[in-house]
Nanobody, 123 residues
Framework: QVQLVESGGGLVQAGGSLRLSCVAS????????MSWFRQPLGKEREFGAA????????YYGDSVKGRFTISRDNAKNTVSLQMNNLKPEDTAVYYC????????????????WGQGTQVTVSS
């Protein structure tokens, strides 16, 4: 089992920044591909960003590319999402997820999920 706990969400004005963190416990963190997904109210969950086990490779969804940066610290069992130039359409619950597969944008590829953290961007 892997337990994931997100933090760092909140209310921010459009154009502002937030940094989300996800701390993992349980199994060996560096064995897992880590991702961030988000789910706006009333909509389906969508892929945001992923990072390889070593951190050498990153992948982004089109809606966040160029504005968000995913990173990880395997020594601290942490994955982060730096979000810049936030827009009202970024308002959502953000989830971190862990999977043993190679990179994937599909929810079903991830085995463990955090409880989510709310990000609200005001216009």
């Amino acid at each position: 089992q892997v337990q994931l706990v997100e933090s760092g969400g909140g209310l921010v004005q459009a154009g502002g920044s937030l940094r989300l963190s996800c701390v993992a416990s349980g199994r060996t963190f560096s064995n897992y591909v880590m991702s961030w997904f988000r789910q706006p109210l009333g909509k389906e969950r969508e892929f945001g960003a992923a990072i390889s086990r070593s951190g050498a490779r990153t992948y982004y969804g089109d809606s966040v590319k160029g504005r968000f940066t995913i990173s990880r610290d395997n020594a601290k069992n942490t994955v982060s999402l730096q979000m810049n130039n936030l827009k009202p359409e970024d308002t959502a619950v953000y989830y971190c997820a862990a999977g043993l597969h190679d990179y994937s944008t599909a929810e079903r590829a991830y085995d463990y999920w955090g409880q989510g953290t709310q990000v609200t961007v005001s216009s």
